[in-house]
């Protein structure tokens, strides 16, 4: 049986800031009764994991070691240095349970905060545009561009995750650079699409259906950064909610692309009626 490859689509930077979170040495809690200092002891452990397991779960020590500042994460849940903030809590003590969260740099939230429930919609729009490609039937680049939109939204989360404006480290910001290229693209798909007049019924073939529905899961983050907006305005970057506006555009083309030899069900308004209407007598 031949062997099977593998395609690593996480870009570098992604990949690094998930091995370092990953790989994260444990601290103790300030009342704990282990003490685990900076001195010639745990430097010679942290040789010791650089030989054993090599350099990329070594190197969150050396940043702890020398006090480095880290990127923040990405998932929520951690807090300004990326660090897990259930590190810092007994095991029977499962943070998250009180409904609150640490979210990035806003500090600790509430779990139903604007901002924590556009974060997670984001992230369920990420999922949906992944099974769209897990389906199967899209041109490379079709394939190509969704992988590069995948990695757009993280940029999004990671945007959400720090106050705009800010001084404060951050993964990555979404500009209007990011919206732009999503124009090009819409005008690009536009071209292999059928008449975009009228209005269709999601369905066609398997391809076109999931990306229909990435569609709508796209939407429901895009409203629920609005509300964000509405309600923190003042820390929220007004891109994201442009970006992902956007973003529906696009993958409404790419269905409408992806049924272009099935064809689209258009929608035929009270069809499942007509002959019980036409049957009617007039009221007059």
Same mark, same amino acid.
Not at 24 to 50: A, C, F, H, K, N
Not at 54 to 61: H, L, S
Not at 118 to 131: I, T
Not at 260 to 276: F, Q
């Given at each position: 049986?031949?062997?099977?490859?593998?395609?690593?689509?996480?870009?570098?930077?992604?990949? !690094?800031?998930?091995?370092?979170?990953?790989?994260?040495? !444990?601290?103790?809690?300030?009342?704990?009764?282990?003490?685990?200092?900076?001195?010639?002891?745990?430097?010679?452990?942290?040789?010791?994991?650089?030989?054993?397991?090599? @350099?990329r779960c070594a190197a969150p020590g050396f940043l702890w070691l020398f006090d480095v500042k880290r990127?923040?994460?990405?998932?929520?849940?951690?807090?300004?240095? $990326?660090?897990?903030?259930?590190d810092n809590q007994p095991e029977t003590d499962h943070y998250g349970d009180s409904g609150r969260t640490?979210? $990035?740099? *806003?500090?600790?939230?509430?779990?139903?905060?604007? &901002?924590?429930?556009? *974060?997670?919609?984001?992230?369920?729009?990420?999922?949906?545009?992944?099974?769209?490609?897990?389906? $199967?039937?899209?041109?490379?680049?079709?394939?190509?561009?969704?992988?590069?939109?995948?990695?757009?939204?993280?940029?999004?989360?990671?945007?959400?995750?720090?106050?705009?404006?800010?001084?404060?480290?951050?993964?990555?910001?979404?500009?209007?650079?990011?919206?732009? &290229?999503?124009?090009?693209?819409?005008? *690009?798909?536009?071209?292999?699409?059928?008449?975009?007049?009228?209005?269709?019924?999601?369905?066609?073939?398997?391809?076109?259906?999931?990306?229909?529905?990435?569609?709508?899961?796209?939407?429901?983050?895009?409203?629920?950064? @609005?509300?964000?907006?509405?309600?923190?305005?003042?820390?929220?970057? &007004?891109?994201?909610? !442009?970006?992902?506006?956007?973003?529906?555009?696009?993958?409404?083309?790419?269905? &409408?692309?992806?049924?272009?030899? *099935? $064809?689209?069900?258009? @929608?035929?308004?009270?069809?499942?009626?007509?002959?019980?209407?036409?049957?009617?007598?007039?009221?007059?």
């Amino acid at each position: 049986m031949p062997s099977r490859q593998t395609t690593t689509i996480m870009p570098p930077e992604t990949k !690094r800031t998930v091995l370092s979170t990953v790989c994260q040495p !444990r601290r103790p809690s300030s009342d704990s009764s282990e003490t685990v200092g900076r001195g010639p002891v745990y430097s010679l452990l942290i040789m010791v994991l650089t030989i054993v397991t090599g @350099w990329r779960c070594a190197a969150p020590g050396f940043l702890w070691l020398f006090d480095v500042k880290r990127p923040v994460s990405i998932v929520a849940g951690m807090n300004e240095r $990326g660090e897990s903030v259930a590190d810092n809590q007994p095991e029977t003590d499962h943070y998250g349970d009180s409904g609150r969260t640490v979210f $990035g740099s *806003h500090g600790e939230v509430s779990k139903n905060d604007l &901002r924590v429930v556009a *974060h997670a919609e984001v992230d369920a729009a990420n999922a949906a545009v992944a099974v769209a490609m897990a389906g $199967g039937g899209l041109a490379a680049e079709a394939n190509a561009m969704l992988v590069s939109v995948q990695n757009d939204l993280f940029d999004l989360m990671a945007d959400l995750l720090v106050p705009y404006p800010s001084d404060l480290p951050v993964d990555a910001r979404i500009i209007p650079e990011h919206a732009e &290229r999503l124009e090009r693209a819409i005008e *690009h798909f536009r071209q292999e699409a059928d008449d975009l007049s009228g209005m269709l019924l999601p369905g066609g073939t398997l391809s076109a259906a999931l990306l229909y529905q990435a569609r709508t899961t796209v939407r429901r983050a895009e409203r629920m950064v @609005w509300a964000a907006l509405d309600e923190h305005g003042d820390v929220v970057n &007004r891109e994201t909610g !442009r970006y992902l506006n956007r973003l529906s555009g696009l993958l409404f083309v790419m269905g &409408r692309a992806a049924n272009a030899e *099935h $064809g689209d069900v258009m @929608w035929v308004p009270e069809s499942s009626v007509l002959g019980v209407l036409e049957d009617r007598p007039d009221e007059d």
